[in-house]
């Protein structure tokens, strides 16, 4: 069974920084693509892309240059370095996966960006 688990969300003043994680279980973590998503009230986002390996990465224009994602494939868990927050970065986060023609997604972790 698929299990995709994120968590390192929280409160964080803008211009900080936030490591987010998603563990991950039930399948071989290090044969698939992992991306990111964001959803804020009313809109979902695309937020970065990385490939089986860590190779090659794709980030939406409005993270890039601030976020890095990373993987760590013998822990089986995908990272989401996000520096240079902004109050428009607020938003619970998802990782997700295709695995099998099936689109798995944790539960979230909420950022909130806010002085």
């Known amino acids: 069974q698929v299990q995709l688990v994120e968590s390192g969300g929280g409160l964080v003043q803008p211009g900080g920084s936030l490591r987010l994680s998603c563990a991950a279980s039930?399948?071989?973590?290090?044969?698939?693509?992992m991306s990111w998503y964001r959803q804020a009230p009313e809109k979902r986002e695309w937020v970065a892309q990385i490939t089986s390996t860590g190779s090659i990465t794709n980030y939406a224009d409005s993270v890039k240059g601030r976020f890095t994602i990373s993987r760590d494939n013998a822990k089986n868990t995908v990272y989401l370095q996000m520096n240079s927050l902004k109050p428009e970065d607020t938003a619970v986060y998802y990782c997700n996966t295709i695995y099998r023609g099936s689109t798995y997604w944790g539960k979230g972790t909420l950022v909130t960006v806010s002085s």
């Open positions: 039930g399948f071989t973590f290090s044969r698939y693509v």
